[in-house]
């Protein structure tokens, strides 16, 4: 039977991202654009590659997700490239137990920012302490989406902050400040505070032309796996251990939505326990159970002791003094892409923000060497060496196999984001 209830567990089926060929960057005129984009693409591909082979080498069978061969598939009526590649479908996806979820066809074809709004800001709770908690916390995130460093003017923020004043009169009166807020920003976070998830419903399940999941709902069909489509669960914002589920809420609106969300976790598993944890962004971007007995992270171990009693919680430190050209990069694109050797292609960087804002989200998060895969208990596979980690897995038996992904801050995807684990060999176990 293909399952998966420990994240650890010895895997048997993966599925592997995809990028696009560097043959989809031949109609960009820019030279400077053009070759960059074709670079990243041959060696994003090359670590594919190694990524697949280590996996082989273990005995895992890998399932690609699928790219169109016409570009055209992926152009706006403009023809211009704007469609992302399906890289990372661990954000989209995820086995729980012994069904999947995936997104569908029609993913996304029925979001209305608006509902998804008011939902939020007025079914969700009476008027009560936690109601002014709530705006508090809604009203707090749209100014932030008017400061300085978005791609508003500082006039029109700070037109817009002496106008509407309160954070709370900004929550219940949204369209009278519009003038200074990076709209598209709002509907990202609306959209993540609604579903859990991180990043652009323009991402790659939204394409109507081409659907990057075929070649794995045949698999999943061919070997009886149950499907449940568009209910965005997936596992870059949840750990599977065993009876216990823990959902991380990816931006701080979505502590507000904590309730409806427990509601929903719970009818959809009823066989699990659910818990929420209040971590931003991507759960594995900060925190990864190697092993039983073993976690690895990025916040101190008294912050999660309470969720995990008696494992030994390993922190590792910010790498950013490694980091000075993302740190540059970071001035000019509020951190949410980087390809090293790049920082000063202004040409590249102008593509990117006009054409290809959809594809990057917020690449900050996977600074850290924590986005990584267990194979099984003694085997897990890492972007790079870090001392602190390689001591702990000496201690605990467990060997890293070292696949570096070149590109994981261009993609803001690690090697845990562009997989996702289809197939783990063992039963559920209760660890607490």
Known sequence: MVSVYQCFDPLKTCIVGRSFPPEFYSSIENNKVRSSLEKVAIETEEDYQKLIKKLHDFGVETIRLDVSEDVDDYKNHDGVL???????????????????????????????????????????????????????????????????????????????????????????????????????????????????????????????????????????????????????????????????????????????????????????????????????????????????????????ENFYKDFYPNWEIVTVESGWNKMKGFLQMKNKNRGRWWIKGEENNQDLIDYIDKWLDHWVIYAEESVFDVNVLPIDEQNCIVNGYNKKIFDAFDRHGVTPHVVNFRHRYFWDGGLHCITSDIHREGKMKTFW
């Open 82 to 300: 704007t469609s992302p590649p399906p890289m990372c479908p661990r954000d989209y996806s995820s086995q729980v137990g012994e069904t999947f979820y995936m997104p569908s066809e029609k993913w996304g074809k029925h979001f209305d920012i608006n509902n998804m709004y008011n939902s939020l800001s007025n079914n969700n709770y009476s008027k009560s302490k936690e109601q002014k908690y709530a705006e508090s916390v809604m009203g707090k995130y749209l100014m932030d989406l008017m400061h300085p460093g978005r791609p508003v003017t500082l006039e029109q923020a700070s037109q817009s902050l002496i106008k509407h004043g309160s954070s709370h009169e900004i929550c219940n009166s949204p369209n009278k400040f519009l003038m200074g807020i990076d709209s598209e920003e709002l509907d990202k976070v609306v959209f993540g505070a609604v579903t859990n998830t991180i990043g652009s419903n323009y991402k790659f399940p939204m394409n109507r032309r081409h659907y990057a999941w075929g070649g794995v709902r045949k698999w999943l069909e061919d070997n009886n796996v149950p499907i449940v489509y568009d209910q965005h669960i997936n596992s870059a914002c949840m750990w599977r251990l065993g009876k216990d589920l823990f959902f991380n809420y990816v931006n701080i609106i979505n502590k507000i939505n904590e309730k409806s969300f427990l509601k929903k976790w719970s009818k959809l598993f009823p066989n699990h326990r659910v818990h929420g944890v209040d971590i931003p962004g991507h759960g594995d971007g900060a925190m990864h159970p190697v092993k039983e007995g073993l976690i690895i992270a990025t916040r101190d």
